[in-house]
């Protein structure tokens, strides 16, 4: 049987490996001209229990994550996040894991390189195929690989039921390594992430890189960014940090970063979509690595148990039968991301005089601290609420409540992900979906 992966994202390549293994006929169709020309050309963080959990080599180009240092907006209030130096992230070059993931599966699957996905082939209620370089190709499986906004997705009719994102659930990023300006002292903060910068809806980080040369600039903002905004942005990152220099070195470019929670439909009949067209993302931070990786894994295996079971032929990549997938990426990590994204609307709602009075205070211990920044969800007992409470005071009272409010809210939203129905019930689906879509309103 034939499967097409559309785009050799994290997930796709991961995806062309295990199922080219099964031994299914695997085509990647790619746009990049080369594997060497794909985007992201920087480095991002992964908990690097991933790889030994799939047995995937980490790159050797990786390094131990640094620890933050938070800047409330306007500056008013930094506080410093120090890492357990026994669990550190890493923060892995795209480029080498992206040859890692190809050599993986380069064996088993044929890569097409500069061919573009524009649509889908469809037949009577299936995903038949895809249109690429303008002909069409059939498949009896369609891997939707695209990214946030793929042409693949938007191609299929409403009745399939594929989630689409609202535009302000997406982060607008520029990106880039700025030559360092060898006159400027050394910051006393070397990873320093703006919340709210300059009072607006995103982050912007400024971070002295592991190249010595080098120092990492991000700008994000929700729903979109002017030219206008972004040049304030990294106008007042060189002020308030000189080490950042004019000359671009690495990367430089816009990006658009799902960040919110995954799609509560994300299969169809003959199709499937993975990553960011799935929004595996998480909402917090924007990295989907890991979780694209380990979806890759919990396609594989949802088709290799439905063989086991008996199912042959079309109904193999049945929406009825893909629908394990989903399921199975909800308990893994999707009703965990559904409580993060609440924490992260919540976050940037916020005042800004109440974020920056959360940062200066002991409200959030290290450890909650550590918790948000690697996109994890806070569950407070009630020793640590009483604490929170004298922390608080008697004119912070009402800022508190508001807090505990989000925090369940989060675990909340959490629980009901969690409840996604295990069967392929269409009425139960549609029920779990808007009940969890109330959440986000």
Known sequence: MKIIIAGAGIGGMAAAAELGRMGFDVTVYERSQS???MRYDWHDDVNPDIFKRLGIPIPAEHFKKKSWTFVAPFEAVTR????????????IERRPLNRVLYERAEPYAQFVFGAEVTGAVLAPGRVAGVIANGERVYADLVLDSLGVDSPLKASLPASFGITRHREEEIFTVYRAFHRKNPDAPAPRYTNKAYLKHLGENGISWAIQDHDPDLVDVLVGRLGGMSRTVLDHALADLKRTDPTIGDEVVRGGILCRIPV??????????????????????????G????????????????????????VTGAALFDAATLWGYQT?????????????????????????????????SD???????????????????????LRKVRVAGVS??????????????????????????????????????????????
């Open 287 to 310: 990295s989907g690595i890991a979780s694209s990786l380990l979806a890759a894994s919990l396609l594989a295996q949802t088709i290799r148990d439905a063989q086991a079971r008996g």
């Open 35 to 37: 594997l060497d020309q």
């Open 80 to 91: 410093e996040f120090h890492q357990d130096e026994r669990h550190p992230d890493f923060s």
């Open 363 to 385: 409200l959030l211990t290290n450890e909650e601290l550590g918790k948000l920044a690697g996109g994890g969800l806070l569950k407070v007992g009630p020793a640590e609420a």
């Open 260 to 285: 919110r929670y995954p799609a509560v439909r994300m299969v169809a009949n003959g199709y499937a979509a993975i990553g960011d067209s799935a929004y595996m993302t998480i909402p917090m931070l």
């Open 396 to 441: 912070r009272l009402g800022v508190l409540l508001g807090v505990n409010n989000l925090l369940q809210k989060s675990l909340l939203a959490a629980a009901v992900a969690a409840g996604i129905p295990r069967a392929y019930d269409l009425k139960k689906i549609a029920r779990w979906a808007s009940l969890l879509e109330k959440l986000y309103r």
């Open 328 to 360: 199975a990426v909800y308990r893994a990590f999707g009703a965990e991301h559904c409580g993060i994204d609440v924490l992260k609307r919540g976050v940037l709602r916020m005042e800004n005089e109440v974020l920056s009075w959360m940062l200066g």
